[in-house]
DNA sequence: GAGATATACGTTATAGTATAACATAGCGCA
DNA sequence: TGCGCTATGTTATACTATAACGTATATCTC
């Protein structure tokens, strides 16, 4: 069930190293040749229920307009942003913003259970490598 | 190329005809199923292009959060609200909300491109319902 | 200790989503 | 007429995710 972050199951752990030594998200199918190379045989079940469990541990979050995955830690209402030149991602906290959006929805009978925000666009560094 | 809304070919129309007629998002696999019952054999290209052709004029998008496809106008930045219980999908407007988005990301040097922003909760209607 | 429950894991197969690549047909027009 | 452009058809394949079943192990309970 809902795991918690102490305990981690050794595949969690296996994915949870490679998706903190990427520096940018990995699909599931990524990690498991990763894990393959590791340890030979690996099927997708065992990449998928270790993702499953990081997620809800609220280590891990999977970037819907990426379909991959990326060790963002769980800032929980939250706004993921992606720099589409280099593909690091980064979580960012706005408060502020999630509880205006909030009131905005509320107010129209709307009880809201989650978001999901991904910012596409580029980065500082990125930007400055094209100067 | 980019498709503009007043030319849509013949399986623009069908598909979007077919979004518009249903109350929630459709994938693009139910989406072929209706258009094999409507005429025979079609394949998936066939849908894949219809939707990206609606994408591009504007027309209806990607529900990231579904992998499916909706018929929600070109509310360019927008927020996307969803019901899990009914399934409606609606767009709703937030430029002030963006705005803000936008400068807090400019302020660290990030240069903002497109923002997917999706709300999982449940509509007014389906409130009443349970109470 | 035997049996019941729960969790993790392995393994096979399959479901579901999306695109590559190549062929054909029709249209507008040099 | 021949060329470029767009849409479409068609086949095959790539990519993403889960169902279903079996096994091992730990933990609890009597
Ligand atoms: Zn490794
Ligand atoms: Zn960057
Ligand atoms: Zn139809
Ligand atoms: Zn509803």
């Known amino acids: 069930m809902g795991q918690s972050a102490d305990h981690l199951t050794s595949n969690q752990a296996q994915v949870l190293r490679h998706l903190r030594a990427a520096n940018a998200p990995m699909t ?3 990690l498991l040749g990763r894990m393959q190379n590791d340890r030979g045989a ?6 998928y229920r270790a993702l499953k469990g990081l997620e809800e541990a609220g280590l891990i979050r999977r970037i819907e307009t990426l379909r991959a995955w990326a060790p963002v830690a769980a800032i929980r209402p939250g706004v993921v942003v992606i720099c589409d030149d280099c593909g690091t991602v980064r979580g960012v906290e706005a ?3 999630l509880e205006s959006l909030h009131q905005r929805l509320a107010a129209e009978g709307f009880a809201e259970a989650r978001q999901t925000i991904e910012v596409h666009g580029r980065c500082g560094d990125c930007a400055e490598d094209r100067a």
Chains 1, 2 share one sequence.
């Open 28 to 30: 599931a199918y990524q």
């Open 42 to 47: 690996v099927a997708p079940p065992t990449v």
């Open 95 to 97: 408060p502020s913003l």
